[in-house]
């Protein structure tokens, strides 16, 4: 049984299910399976995809395992992963802020083969994420069994993944930002203005070979380097508010920027695929402009360290004298040095983890193919 709480076109809308039955989800081939039945699931918890639905509802229901009593909100697929979670998993809590009352608690859906652990649990980081976005304190139910829930609002998504905002989730960002303004004050004047987000560190899950050069002439111009797993979550916020000048290799550290409705720094990103759609939709309209430092054609990839092509392959530039001609723009920087860039190349791809010497030896031979 469904009902609508009615508002204007204009506004995000939740739908109300009555007793009905939350599934975990099973990532495949690029969809989510589950979440809800096909007789069940109502528009505001599908997952919207850039052609298409990114979920595919169950077609056969099984009978819940647990059953809870009272209000609850739905919030999504939820797994163990930083940037995920700020793009996937919390743009329906805008409704906690309407009715912070409403409800007994919130609910997600364990995505069980992303990440897992032994025992599903909500990421450690996720209640500190909460309490800066200024939601109440109210209990977090991890849906790993399927489980009939007697009352359940989904709301509609504010930022749906490759597709952007929505206008009306704009008032909602502009709340969390001043509440994490405000629980981030302490910090003001303590963070760089300018900043540079690496992976050199993350490898192992993707990254440029050869980021280190532009790291490492970035300092000239004042660049500080940023680890974000290495600070506090608040530290971080703090770093992202007050920063004049930041960039980043394309990943996770800039979706923290996903809580804000506006950045003051010009952002810069060395791309790791040819197309970063996604991350052009999220920052164009949060902050003053925008550069992707290469064009699609310069971008190539290598294999993964266990020699597939995936998420977490590796990118070099074929021409890296023109990425760098970008900086150059903007910034006093010391004369590209050819040489320098391509031996740093090779450290990188050196500390790059790999299965075997082999896929070390192939991954070289293809990176000197256009050298």
Known sequence: MLSNMQAPSRKLTVQTCRKTCVYPYRFDQGKFIGGFCAEQVVDNARMPGALEPRDVPLAVASPPR???????????????????????????????????????GIVFSNVQNLRPSDTPRVPSFVPALFDLMGL???????????????????????????????PAYEPYLQRYQETISQKTSLFKGKTPARIFYGRSHALRDGGVIGSTFFEKMLAHAGFS??????????????????????????????????????????????????????????????????????????????????????????????DGRTVYAGLEQAFNLPTFDQKLYHTTELEDLRSAPAKNAALTQSRNLILQTYR
């Open 66 to 104: 647990h059953h809870y009593e009272g209000r609850y909100l739905y919030a999504g697929p939820l797994w163990n992963h930083f940037g995920h979670v700020l793009v996937d998993c919390i743009h329906r809590l805008w409704a906690v802020l309407e009715n912070p009352d409403r409800y007994v």
């Open 136 to 166: 109440p304190s109210l209990p977090t139910i991890l849906v790993d069994e399927a489980s009939l829930f007697e009352t359940l609002d989904v709301p509609q998504l504010g930022s749906v993944y490759k597709i952007g905002l929505s």
């Open 225 to 318: 380097s940023c680890i974000p797993e290495e600070l506090s979550l608040r530290f971080q916020f703090a770093h992202v508010l007050q920063a004049e000048e930041i960039v980043f290799e394309e990943g996770s550290s800039i979706h923290i920027t996903e809580l804000l409705l506006s950045v003051a720094a010009n952002v810069r990103m060395l791309p790791r695929r040819p197309n970063p759609h996604v991350f052009r939709k999220a920052l164009d309209p949060r902050c003053p402009s925008f550069f992707v430092l290469a064009k699609g054609e310069n971008v190539a990839l290598l294999p993964d360290r266990n020699g597939k092509m995936s998420p977490a392959s590796l990118t070099f530039y074929k």
